[in-house]
């Protein structure tokens, strides 16, 4: 019993508020029990629709709510689709916190449903995140995991460290504490520490628990019951199984169901009962049915019981499909494994006592090792905490005795030094008062800049979706007239509105660029890809532009480089056309020569060569600098703002490589950067990723709320022979869905009645109930921000097309949605650099 003591109080102490006495388990039990007998999972659905039409972090985190809930009920499918609204609404929001939150999810039924390689992921966010909410929710679950391995004490320290970074006045402070308080009730149940597990339940369904949010669930009434079990106490595990079974009958949820089958199964068992432990599975047949998602809880107890029926066939049969499933790495047990036991049991009843006795042995003594292990995990754990409160006290203590000493000395002293000390005192006061004025001005200071850091990453977000949307139409249109028989004066001044549209969109992205990088909200984004056809397609971009001209743009590649590899191929394109234009712009004649090969273990080398003016060494010093040039005339002469140079090495440094540059003026310049980019272990039949299909002859979905988008991608596509259906909102972009099959569909993220987002997610939610093939979907939206591309691929978009358009990014676009789509994919932002 002390255990549990002593982890909790190793925690900080809630508030005194909060601070409640030692709970008996069936006291719990009942209050849990009036909670959710008098809220249905019903309410729990409509309080989610209310929360999606609430603007703010209150809103996204009553969306988090109902997908833990779901999650902690074992209904994976209802509790992803609530995370896929819960993503869409923090992408609409640009709330950078809850899509990691959704993407913590995502990660979490990856994990429940078997894919222990997601545990990885959780640690690392818990270790590295900045945003105490995430982390602390990624503390929750990596937590978990770690404990589901048997390393308790492990899992219970961060459960500890992360309790003590949360804000005591945060008002979604609760919430994170009465996760990390459920967590540790499982851990300190693992321990079998009944309770110490009994006060932190209590704390998690009662102390932290939201009032304003329903809560059917009844999670702390299951895991009492197994933990009475374990312990041995078979009058408080039936007890509490009465009530579980209440609870899980009045909710009428199958998954609840099932764990309420496996509940019975586990008292039955610890009373002596085979026959019983059959009976509470019966109802789920001999494949386990809808009950199969815990068969390693459920096949060894039903093996133990057919051995000791007499069933000795029905036995065999758990048996093998208990290694059948072992074999596929699909088996995976909590805590010390039933299955030598369960063999055991099989032997004994063939008659084979002197084997069964040796193998029942071994069991034994595997798990009384296990059960030393964990108990000595967490015993380690507790007495760590408890050394060091000993020697802080111990530190306490020594102080206190050293100022006794000196308060002795003072009063012995000539009295004079009584009024010295008093100058001193206030002195030292004024000092202080000053310095709490100071720290006061400071803070205010601070918040004011947090505030203004705020307010312009969204006044840029903003602006770039309303800046974006009409100079699509500027510069869609300019190209696609561009593209048509005129008189040369008309042809000139169509060209310089395009190239003026398109110079407009440069200079707005290397803005945003420049603002999200000082901003630290730059993210690199690894994934697989073919870095020849990256380079070779910026290589294109610009080689219609130099052809039959006075400048020869080449290329060597490296051979060996003509493979796949992993890396951020956005952000590496946008480098290399930051330097390819740069070496263009100031190369009257000669050559530009794009060099690409292999350094030290798997860092590549880019190189950019040109024979134009050059600089000298005072002139480098500022290329690098925002909104600086190598003379005050470059600007004048050749045009631009100096922010591409200051984004392409910001972004170099950020997929942990360098860039640099040499020059002679008059003689040309050489500007390289290197980037590690190891091999990535794909499949040699991995298809071009930048392929240059055409859409001809594609029936194509599109759904925009503006007229002047709808009219942009008719004529961009009028050339091709593609059939366009338009729709105004999301809702009739799923109706279309329901009754007709597109080849692609084109959606906007910013819509009434029904937005992009939402409706991907309603798009492949339909594609998994009727069984259809996926359909290649391209989020088109002026929202740009690397949050609005993550809420896209988590609502399933295969790709993401930031507005200004053109044919060329267009048709891109499209062909790398239809040569890549699949449900595992990745999605790529490919907006034009």
Not at 418 to 441: E, K, N, P, S
Not at 685 to 712: F, M, T, W, Y
Request: aromatic share 6%; net charge negative.
């Amino acid at each position: 019993m002390l255990l549990g003591l002593a982890v909790l109080t190793a925690a900080p102490s809630p508030t005194s508020a909060k601070d409640t006495a030692h709970r008996d388990p069936m006291t719990l039990a009942a209050a849990v029990e009036r909670r959710a007998a008098a809220t249905p999972f019903a309410r729990l659905e409509s309080f989610g629709q209310a929360a999606m039409a609430m603007p703010g972090r209150e809103g996204l985190n009553r969306l988090y709510h109902v997908v833990w809930t779901h999650l902690n009920q074992g209904d994976f499918e209802r509790a992803t689709e609530w995370n896929l609204r819960l993503a869409a609404a923090a992408g609409l929001q640009g709330d950078a916190r809850y899509t990691r939150i959704a993407h913590l999810n995502a990660l979490t039924v990856r994990y429940d449903e078997g894919e222990t390689a997601a545990a990885e992921e959780m640690g690392r966010i818990a270790h590295d995140e900045a945003d105490w909410f995430v982390r602390a929710h990624a503390t929750r679950i990596y937590a978990l995991a770690l404990m589901d391995e048997g390393r308790i004490g492990e899992g219970l320290n961060l459960l500890n460290e992360a309790m003590a970074l949360i804000p005591e006045q945060d008002p979604f402070a609760d919430t994170a504490r009465a996760g990390l308080w459920e967590m540790t009730g499982i851990g300190l149940m693992k321990l079998n520490d009944i309770r110490g597990a009994t006060d932190a339940f209590g704390r998690f369904e009662l102390d932290y628990s939201n009032p304003a949010y329903p809560r059917p669930d009844f999670d702390a009434v299951y895991n009492l019951t197994r933990l009475a079990v374990q312990v041995g106490d078979q009058r408080l595990a039936d007890r509490l199984f009465a009530v579980h079974h209440r609870l899980a009958t009045r909710s009428r949820v199958q998954s609840l169901a099932v764990y309420d089958a496996n509940l019975c199964a586990m008292v039955a068992q610890s009373a002596g009962s085979p026959s019983r432990v059959l009976s509470c599975i019966a109802p789920y047949g001999e494949d386990l049915g809808a009950a199969d998602f815990l068969a390693p809880h459920i096949l060894p107890i039903r093996a133990m019981a057919r051995a000791r029926t007499g069933d000795v066939a029905g036995a065999r049969r758990d048996l093998a499909e208990i290694r059948r499933r072992q074999a596929a790495d699909d088996f995976r047990e909590e805590g010390p494994s039933q299955f030598l036991h369960a063999e055991a049991e099989l032997l004994h009843a063939q008659g084979r006592s002197r084997e069964a006795f040796d193998l029942l042995r071994r069991h034994t003594a595997e798990e009384q090792l296990a059960a030393s292990r964990t108990f000595s995990d967490g015993i380690g754990q507790v007495t760590s905490e408890m050394r060091n409160q000993l020697s802080e006290r111990r530190r306490q203590l020594e102080t206190a005795r050293a100022n006794t000493v000196l308060q002795a000395e003072m009063i012995q002293a000539q009295r004079w030094i009584v009024g010295v000390g008093i100058l001193g005192f206030l002195f030292v006061a004024a000092l202080l008062f000053r310095q709490w004025r100071m720290t006061g001005h400071l803070r205010l200071a601070r918040g004011r800049a947090e505030g203004a850091n705020r307010a312009k990453s969204e006044f840029l977000a903003n602006m770039s979706h309303e800046i974006r949307t009409p100079l699509n139409g500027v510069v869609a249109m300019a190209d696609a007239l561009s593209r048509r028989q005129m008189q040369p004066a008309e042809q000139e001044m169509v060209e310089i509105i395009r190239s003026s549209g398109v110079t407009l969109e440069r200079l707005l992205s290397d803005i945003l660029d420049s603002a999200k990088i000082e901003a630290g909200q730059v993210t690199v984004e690894a994934q697989p890809f073919a870095l020849s056809h990256a380079v070779k397609d910026v290589a294109a971009l610009w080689s219609s532009k130099v052809e039959g001209g006075p400048v020869a743009l080449v290329v060597e590649l490296d051979p060996a480089l003509e493979r796949m590899v992993v890396g951020d191929v956005v952000r590496l394109r946008q480098i290399l056309g930051n330097l390819v234009s740069n070496a263009l712009k100031f190369t009257s004649a000669g050559s530009v020569t794009v060099t690409v090969a292999r350094t030290v273990g798997d860092r590549v080398r880019f190189t950019v060569a040109d024979t134009g003016v050059g600089f000298d060494a005072e002139q480098k010093a500022r290329i690098f600098t925002r909104f600086q040039q190598a003379d005050g005339s470059i600007t004048r002469r050749f045009g631009g703002t100096g922010l591409g140079l200051n984004i392409s090495r910001e972004l170099a440094q950020l997929m942990g490589g360098e860039l640099d540059c040499d020059s002679v003026p008059g003689e040309g310049s050489r500007f390289w950067f290197e980037i590690p980019l190891p091999p990535a272990a794909v499949a040699e039949e991995v298809q071009n990723q930048n392929s240059d299909c055409a859409p001809d002859g594609l029936c194509i979905l599109l759904a925009d709320d503006h007229p002047a988008n709808r009219k942009v991608i008719e004529v961009l596509l009028a050339p091709t022979g593609a059939t366009l259906v338009s729709v105004e909102n999301g809702q009739e972009a799923v109706d279309a869905c329901a009754t007709e099959r597109f080849d692609l569909i084109l959606m906007d993220m910013q819509m009434p009645v029904m937005d992009g987002l939402t409706a991907t997610a309603a798009i492949r939610a339909l594609e998994v109930e009727r069984g259809l093939a996926r359909t290649p979907l391209l989020m088109l939206t002026a929202n740009a921000m690397a949050e609005h591309v993550e809420a896209g691929r988590i609502a399933g978009a295969d790709g993401h097309l930031a507005k200004p358009v053109t044919t060329a990014t267009l048709f891109a676009a499209i062909g790398a949605a239809l040569d890549t789509a699949a449900p595992e994919d990745a999605v790529e932002d490919v907006r034009a650099a």
